[in-house]
């Protein structure tokens, strides 16, 4: 069965029709018993337990004849209607009377056989004539009775009949609707399901989708045009803000270049280094920007990357900056070369930026590791003071800084996880055996052909 939420609309549509049913049911049932009260035909009905009990009554003597027993229950029932009477026909033809049968009533015994089930209603006030007529089991074989005890109120005996006739139909109902509407709306809301499964898949990197209204209900397409509308106009704010940031970063690169020539062309001082080291901010940021806006826009294919000649190459181009800031920069390679499909210049970015960020927040001191620990696998541990707990998921959010005094400007380790992301890997950061950080990249490994 479905299990329904408590806003869901399912659960409304199913509710409102169980209770539309019942209320019109009950009105109809009202309707109908106020009808048969006011029609008021035919008088008072007889009981027809005068049937049965007359039947347990009747017996067979000695000689196998007929007879009438007193029966405390048929004692009982004359005590409440003095004028009780019955006449039974036997299927042999045998014919026994009890109490003050009305003469036009004394000789239907020899054509009881022909009838099995009759009520006959006397409209006089005295009810006279009324009787009741049923072919009953006993003792003393199959019978037919006729006969008259007590009355039973026309109104009476209409609710009832209403009760018996609106119970079973109200159960029968309920059941429908419990078990048969929740299905046919599951269906009715199957293409709104659809609907919402596109939506789920809808995120940054999918810009441009756009929800299907095929199949969607004429009611609920509205809500999907104007949702279609809504992410036209989100990709186009998207767009125009990538475009303002590309070009700003282009915008960037001549003016810093500029200025880092004039600085270096001044004498050698303290003011001087401090700001050609914020020129250097600038220009690393103009060209990060840059890279996420090329990764955004690449559509490389994936080639083979051999992941130790990769770490080989960068360690060696790095190491000149590496020696100048205080460390050590050592490569430990597997015997076994990895591969993994990838786009090998975005993935010699991911390692630059690592150990450079190393460079960076390790304290100038100790040896920074690149390691191909394992199949798809690089590790660059430092000597450093390591990463809190607390911000080993957020360094990697744009513009986000450990320490507000890092030189850095917080879209490096971003930039590392947009392109890992992208080679459907994944990077973590975790703590180095000497207690610095050491940086987790796993990327999908290439399968031999």
């Known amino acids: 069965m479905i299990r329904l939420q408590r806003n869901s609309l399912r659960r409304r549509l199913i509710w409102q029709l169980l209770l539309f049913q019942a209320g019109f049911l009950v009105l109809f049932v009202v309707a109908f018993v106020a009808y048969l009260i006011g029609a008021k035909d035919g008088g008072a009905l007889v009981d027809p337990e005068i049937t049965e009990i007359a039947a347990r009554a009747i017996t067979r003597d000695d000689t196998g004849n007929l007879a009438i027993v007193e029966t405390s229950e048929l004692v009982a029932m004359r005590a409440s209607a003095p004028d009780l009477w019955f006449v039974a026909r036997s299927d042999k033809g045998e014919v026994v009377q009890y109490g003050p049968v009305p003469a036009l009533y004394k000789n239907f015994g020899d054509i009881l056989d022909r009838i099995t089930f009759a009520d006959i209603r006397d409209n006089l006030n005295s009810y006279f004539l009324s009787a009741v007529i049923r072919n009953v089991k006993s003792n003393a074989g199959n019978l037919t009775v006729m006969g008259k005890g007590n009355l039973l109120s026309m109104t009476f005996v209409v609710v009832v009949l209403s009760n018996l006739l609106t119970i079973p139909i109200l159960g029968v109902l309920a059941l429908i609707t419990v078990f048969a509407i929740p299905f046919i709306v599951k269906r009715g809301f199957a293409d709104i399901s659809n609907v ?12 441009g989708r756009r929800l299907s209204d095929q199949g969607v209900p004429a009611e609920v397409r509205p809500l999907v045009e104007a949702i279609n509308r809504a992410l036209r106009r989100l990709d186009e704010g998207y767009e125009r803000q990538q475009r303002f940031i590309l070009d ?30 914020d020129a250097a901010r600038i220009s690393a940021l103009s060209e990060q920007l840059l890279d996420l806006q090329r990764i955004d826009k690449t559509t490389t294919t994936f080639k083979p990357v051999d992941l130790t ?28 070369r990895s591969h993994v499909m990838g786009d090998e210049g975005a993935l010699q970015r991911v390692l630059t930026n690592l150990v450079q960020n190393a460079i960076q927040h390790a304290g100038r001191r100790g040896t920074i590791w690149v390691k191909t620990s394992g199949p798809g696998l690089i590790e660059v541990s430092d000597e450093g003071p390591g990463v809190p707990d607390g911000e080993r998921e957020r360094i990697f959010e744009p513009f986000h800084r450990v320490q507000l005094t890092d030189r850095g400007v917080g879209l490096g380790l971003n930039l590392v996880k947009q392109i890992v992301a992208r080679h459907n890997g994944s990077v973590t ?11 987790r990249v796993t990327l999908p490994i290439a399968t031999p052909h």
Do not use: K, W
């Not at 360690?315 to 100048?324: G, H, K, N, R």
């Not at 950061?429 to 940086?439: I, K, L, N, Q």
């Open 196 to 207: 919402a499964a596109q939506a789920e898949l809808i995120d940054i990197d999918s810009r």
């Open 248 to 277: 700003a970063a282009h915008e960037l690169r001549t003016p810093v270049a500029i200025l880092q020539t004039r600085i270096e062309g001044m004498p050698e001082s303290d003011f001087r280094s401090r700001v050609l080291a």
């Open 309 to 336: 000649s990769l770490c080989e190459t960068v360690v060696a181009d790095l190491a000149p900056i590496a020696i100048a800031g205080g460390y050590q920069l050592a490569l430990l390679a597997r015997d076994n």
């Open 429 to 439: 950061v975790g703590e180095s055996a000497s207690g610095g950080a050491s940086f």
